[in-house]
C-alpha cells in the first residue's frame, strides 16, 4: 500500500509516498506501518498516549475522510487511495 504524505510529512519521511505492508488492513495497521519505517512520524501523527490522532491530521482514504467512516479502524486495500495531511495554517 502507498501512502502520498504532504506538507511537512514529505520533509519528515524524505519522500512524497512511501509503501508500507499493514499488519492490519486498518488505517491504524498502515500507520504503524508506516511509524515503524520513520519513528519520527509518531509524535507528528499520534497524541502521547498514541492512539489518538493530533488535532487536525486528516487522513483520506479514495478521498473520504476517515472521520465520516470508521476512523483508525477504517479497512484499507492494497490499491486504495491513503492521503495523510499534517495541520496546515495559513496567514499573511
Request: aromatic share 8%.
Amino acid at each position: 500500500m502507498v501512502i502520498r504524505l504532504f506538507a511537512n510529512f514529505r520533509d519528515l519521511c524524505g519522500n512524497d509516498a512511501v509503501s508500507v505492508n499493514p499488519d492490519t488492513p486498518t488505517v491504524r495497521g498502515a500507520l504503524w506501518a508506516l511509524i515503524q519505517q520513520y519513528p519520527a512520524m509518531r509524535p507528528a501523527i499520534f497524541e502521547d498516549d498514541g492512539e489518538t490522532l493530533r488535532p487536525l491530521v486528516h487522513i483520506l482514504i479514495n478521498g473520504q475522510n476517515i472521520l465520516f467512516k470508521n476512523g483508525l479502524d477504517t479497512e484499507v486495500h492494497e490499491n486504495d487511495s491513503f492521503a495523510l495531511f499534517p495541520p496546515v495554517a495559513g496567514g499573511m
